[in-house]
Nanobody, 126 residues
Framework: QLQLVESGGGLVQPGGSLRLSCATSGFTLDYYAIGWFRQAPGKEREGVSCISKSGDVTNYADSVKGRFTISRDNAKNTVYLQMNTLKPEDTAIYYC???????????????????WGQGTQVTVSS
């Protein structure tokens, strides 16, 4: 059974850092592009970042460029999102998602993804 499980969320002060992990099982991660999305209360789900199957191509939303870094370790079946210089507006539930075939120009479009994790809460507050 294909599963994605996010972890690493929590409460952090503005300017702080967190690293989210997306642990996958039940499929060969090498064959899937992975995206990170977030949803704040009362707002639509937003694409944050995505990474190609091999990890050589990445993309970021303008709101997180220069602060967030996506990476993957296919041998460990895990994708990471390093989040630095966090702001209160980064507060949301963060989800990872997987898709086997993707036009990478659409990699931050949530409708493109097939499999989703349950999410992890990130709260940025003093």
């Amino acid at each position: 059974q294909l599963q994605l499980v996010e972890s690493g969320g929590g409460l952090v002060q503005p300017g702080g850092s967190l690293r989210l992990s997306c642990a996958t099982s039940g499929f060969t991660l090498d064959y899937y592009a992975i995206g990170w999305f977030r949803q704040a209360p009362g707002k639509e789900r937003e694409g944050v970042s995505c990474i190609s199957k091999s990890g050589d191509v990445t993309n970021y939303a303008d709101s997180v460029k220069g602060r967030f870094t996506i990476s993957r370790d296919n041998a460990k079946n895990t994708v990471y999102l390093q989040m630095n210089t966090l702001k209160p507006e980064d507060t949301a539930i963060y989800y990872c998602a997987a898709v086997r075939h993707l036009f990478f120009s659409r990699c931050v479009v949530s409708e493109e993804y097939t499999y989703w994790g349950q999410g992890t809460q990130v709260t940025v507050s003093s």
